[in-house]
């Protein structure tokens, strides 16, 4: 005759922890959180499927060591390698519905500015909870990085991400420390010519790098900018943002040479920047400065490549 377990309260405990054990991984626990825009949400503890919908915050879950609990990015999101192996759910203008729900996600993380609302807006509708970030200048890209930390149980190698970063702008900024700021014209754009104002990660980085944006007042985020402005302007520096990796950018560089009344084309000083490095809120964007502040004052940086 069996006697029935319930008899036997060592083994109707080890029973128990044993199921314990082997369901524990899809127990979740929630937090309620604020993400930056001042919405209220719960998420759960320590994610263990985070989708981020822009390169930049793929950028930043993978340093900090998150690789194993992204479980898809961005078409474009190709830093580090271990981003192109990731399942693409759509570009950051159109990430797809269906290949989001398909990756079941417990965490989304968006970008507050140009991110598609009715996305987002449909993952609220699954269930899924969305975390907005909203950096706008470098300090707050630390601040981003500080709550992405924090949500996702990273926080001790967030704050280890941001010690490094600020190490790096503390060194450009000693370089550049004393020098006279020189006159920066900023172009994102070809045909026509397209600038950028003060409300812009590249105008924060190049008044770090001691610079002077010439177009920083101007009231337009990114304004198209005429040759005879660029002229009366007459910047120092002339830089160029690669938005297309495809894009024979030296043709533009030799473009500028009918236009020698402009300093930085009578001195040879027109330089191409990676737009990942400088318009990307992530880790990398440290290393953008550090090159730009290269080509607003290469005196500073000897032995640096600026070509």
């Known amino acids: 005759m069996t006697t029935p377990i319930s008899k036997f309260p060592i083994l109707r405990l080890k029973l128990f922890c044993t199921i314990l054990i082997f369901f524990l991984p899809a127990l979740v626990f929630a937090q309620t959180v604020k993400d930056e825009t001042g919405v209220l949400l719960e998420i759960p503890d320590h994610a263990q499927r985070i989708l981020p919908l ?3 915050l793929a950028e930043i879950l993978f340093a900090l060591g998150l690789d194993d609990r992204i479980v898809g990015v961005t078409e474009f999101a190709t830093y580090p390698q271990a981003a192109r192996t990731k ?14 729900l398909a990756l079941a996600p417990d965490l989304v993380v968006v970008g507050s500015e140009r991110q598609d609302g009715k996305i987002t807006t449909a993952l609220k509708k699954f269930s899924i909870p969305v975390y907005r970030v909203k950096p706008v200048d470098l300090n707050s890209i630390y601040r981003s990085i500080s709550n992405l930390g924090e949500i996702t149980g990273a926080l001790q190698q967030a704050q280890q991400v941001i010690l490094r970063m600020k190490k790096r702008v503390a060194m450009v900024e000693r370089r550049v420390a004393g020098l006279p700021p020189r006159k920066v014209f900023y172009q994102v754009g070809v045909d026509p010519i397209v600038s950028a104002n003060k409300q812009t990660f590249a105008a924060d980085l190049i ?8 177009t920083a007042d101007n009231p337009v985020r990114y304004p198209t900018y005429p040759i005879e402005r660029v002229i009366v302007d007459a910047p120092e520096v002339i830089i160029i943002s690669s938005m297309s990796p495809n894009t024979n950018y030296k043709r533009f560089r ?3 040479q009918r236009w020698r009344t402009i300093p930085a084309v009578r001195q040879g000083q027109i330089y191409v920047i990676d737009s990942d490095m400088v318009d990307r809120p992530s880790p990398r964007i440290v290393d953008g400065l550090a090159k730009l502040a290269e080509f607003i004052h290469p005196q500073a940086f000897p032995g640096a490549k600026t070509r």
Do not use: D, Q
């Open 54 to 56: 822009t390169p930049s």
């Open 87 to 100: 399942p693409k759910v759509g570009t950051f203008f159109n990430p797809s519905l269906e290949k989001i």
């Open 207 to 214: 008044r770090r790098a001691g610079g002077i944006l010439v």
């Open 254 to 256: 030799l473009s500028w």
